[in-house]
Structure formats: structure tokens, C-alpha cells
């Protein structure tokens, strides 16, 4: 085989279908877990930042365990600050995300529901890369 033929470092692997599966299921359960936490407190009067705080705060380390050891195949508890990290960010750009949306008239149950998807394709490609990706692990 020629030098040329060698898959070099710069090019990039093939999508892993099979874990981006895992990362669905599993994800599901995470935001029926996390929505159903953020519409129960929506709905007993809780402002919105906090009923998105709370949800994200009580899903956090079952969404750690949950996807580092079925989706990634990593339990490593030292990850778990980066992983807080991402979920902070995440909370930002979800609540800046759901009060533009509220401000266009939706409801914050509705507009929730509707960054779910991308919200969801982001944070797997972010956890993916930047939380339990190779290029960090030890």
C-alpha cells in the first residue's frame, strides 16, 4: 500500500451511527425526565429561569452516568466538572433560546418542546467531542 492510501490523523472517522442511537434512547429518557421536571414546576408558578435551572440541576449526574457509561463508554468521575461546565453553558443557551421564543408568543412548555431537537444534536456532538472525547481522556 502507498503512503498516500494511509488514513492520515486530519481525516475525520466515519459518524458512529450505532452510539449516536444510544445517545437518542437515552437521551430520551433524559428529557422526558428533565421536561416533565421543568413543566411540573412551570406549572406550580416557578419563573421559568428557575424551572429550567431546577430540571437542569436535578438531571445532571443521572445524565452523566447515564450517557458517559451507555452512550460513551466512559464512567470516568473526574469528567463530571467539564461535564457540569457543559451543562452550565447548555442552561444559558437554552434559556436565551426559550425566552426569544416566549418573546415571539409561545408558550414556555411549547417553546421548550421546540429546542429540544437541536438542543439535543448539539449536546451530542459537544459531549461527543469536548466532554467525553478521546482528545481530553487521560
Do not use: C
Not at 106 to 126: E, K
Amino acid at each position: 500500500m502507498i503512503e498516500a492510501d494511509r488514513q492520515s490523523p486530519s481525516v475525520k472517522a466515519p459518524f458512529d451511527w450505532a452510539r449516536f442511537a444510544r445517545f437518542l434512547a437515552v437521551g430520551g429518557l433524559n428529557t422526558v425526565f428533565g421536561y416533565s421536571l421543568f413543566a411540573v414546576f412551570i406549572l406550580i408558578g416557578m419563573p421559568t429561569a428557575a424551572a429550567l435551572a431546577a430540571g437542569t440541576v436535578l438531571g445532571m449526574l443521572f445524565n452523566f452516568k447515564s450517557f458517559g457509561t451507555l452512550v460513551f463508554g466512559n464512567k470516568d468521575a473526574r469528567l463530571l466538572p467539564r461535564f457540569a461546565l457543559f451543562y452550565a453553558v447548555q442552561y444559558l443557551v437554552n434559556l436565551i433560546s426559550l425566552r426569544w421564543l416566549q418573546s415571539l408568543g409561545l408558550s414556555a412548555l411549547i417553546a421548550q418542546l421546540i429546542l429540544i431537537v437541536p438542543l439535543s444534536l448539539a449536546s451530542f456532538l459537544l459531549m461527543r467531542r469536548l466532554v467525553f472525547g478521546r482528545p481530553f481522556s487521560r
